[in-house]
């Protein structure tokens, strides 16, 4: 090829690569729990569910190292170097896609997280555009030198690495600065649940629930309004269904539901008037002591302007109505949730929902709950 036009095609490819990469990068490092989600169903599919305790390491890498090397594509730092990481990642991930199409098939492989959900297909076929582009970048840049590093491109992959792992880090210890999940603040739960009811029964989406037996490793379907799944203690969810083409947001918004000793109370809650607190907690073994003060203050705040606190926690609850007590306050009665619904809605392992007349008005980490 003319070297002009080598040097051309590089460029174009170069800033598309890029790009891609930072917004793909963006997506997911911006929301490092949903990757670790996508990354244990992958383990899961494979067979190295014993890898399970890492992901959240690796998804924070993961997405930091991609969300880093658009940039360094971008400025042209350490290009020679970057070229070959982008042309392995490319075709690592090309194959891994088509297997996700064919013989191991997910329904989103996450590459954009959750703000663009691209099906299998989708996301090989993008590869298969992107793999040509990522090897043009490194037949240009192939004669540079690879560890000939001059002070400003030292200066700049060691920005470019603390910016990229330590915006995964914050988004773990706290929220998503960006919100891409449907239950984001100014959300309606209970009227976006039911906001299909004004759709053709033809043209309702048909879900169905795909969940595994945790003794058993066998995975089962379930329709919507079967209560067996609701048993976070035998199932564990896979993957959720849906035929048809309305928005994939209802069906994760249609499965939140609130149960207790007395049965559903998903509608009382919702439809609280006023203030509502809604302490979620994934497991109360867990909750570390400067947690459990801050929310014990947090419902002392609450009884005291006269607004409800309830606890959503996915562990199973007695047969009789279950109360939980934070750091000596008035006690909090506590409602059922299913584990994945609850991850969805906040992602954290502890924290704080809030919401103003059903509206969601807030969502903190417990670790940045102020009373």
Not at 322 to 345: Q, S, W
């Amino acid at each position: 090829m003319n070297p002009q036009r080598l040097r051309i095609a590089a460029r174009i490819c170069r800033i598309i690569l890029a790009l891609t990469f930072i917004v793909s990068g963006f997506t997911k490092v911006v929301d490092p729990w949903g990757t670790a989600i996508k990354i244990n169903e992958y383990l899961a599919i494979y067979g190295f569910e014993y890898l399970e305790p890492w992901s959240m390491a690796f998804s924070i890498w993961l997405c930091g190292a991609e969300f880093m090397m658009g940039c360094m594509l971008l400025c042209k730092v350490r290009i020679r170097l970057i070229s070959i990481f982008a042309l392995a990642s490319m075709g690592f991930f090309t194959v891994l896609t088509l297997l996700s199409a064919t013989v191991l098939p997910v329904e989103d492989c996450g590459c954009f997280g959750d703000a663009i959900k691209l099906t299998p297909w989708q996301t090989f076929f993008k590869n298969l555009i992107l793999l040509p582009m990522a090897f043009v970048v490194w037949y240009r840049y192939r004669p540079d030198k690879i560890f000939a590093f001059r002070p400003l491109e030292i200066v700049l992959t060691l920005f470019f690495f603390v910016l990229s792992m330590g915006f995964g880090t914050f988004c773990y210890r706290h929220l998503p600065l960006v919100d891409f999940l449907p239950y984001k603040v100014g959300v309606n739960i209970w009227e976006e649940m039911h906001a299909s009811s004004a759709v053709s029964d033809e043209e309702l989406p048909e879900t169905v629930l795909i969940y595994r037996d945790r003794t058993s490793g066998e995975e089962r379907e379930f329709a919507l309004d079967d209560p067996e799944w609701q048993d976070t203690t035998r199932w564990e969810w896979v993957d959720t269904r849906t035929e048809s083409d309305l928005p994939a947001v209802k069906p994760l918004l249609g499965e939140f539901s609130l149960r207790d000793a007395e049965g559903d109370a998903t509608e009382r809650i919702l439809t609280t008037p006023g203030r509502l607190y809604m302490i979620c907690v994934t497991s109360f073994d867990d909750v570390r002591r400067g947690c459990e003060r801050r929310l014990g203050r947090l419902v002392r705040a609450a009884v005291a302007e006269g607004a409800r606190v309830v606890c959503l926690t996915p562990e199973p609850l007695r047969e009789e109505v279950t109360c939980h007590v934070f750091d000596g306050a008035p006690e909090v009665r506590c409602y059922n949730i299913d584990a994945t619904v609850l991850k969805t809605m906040l992602r954290a392992t502890t924290g704080v929902v809030v919401l103003e007349d059903g509206v969601i008005a807030l969502k903190r980490n417990c670790r940045d709950v102020q009373p």
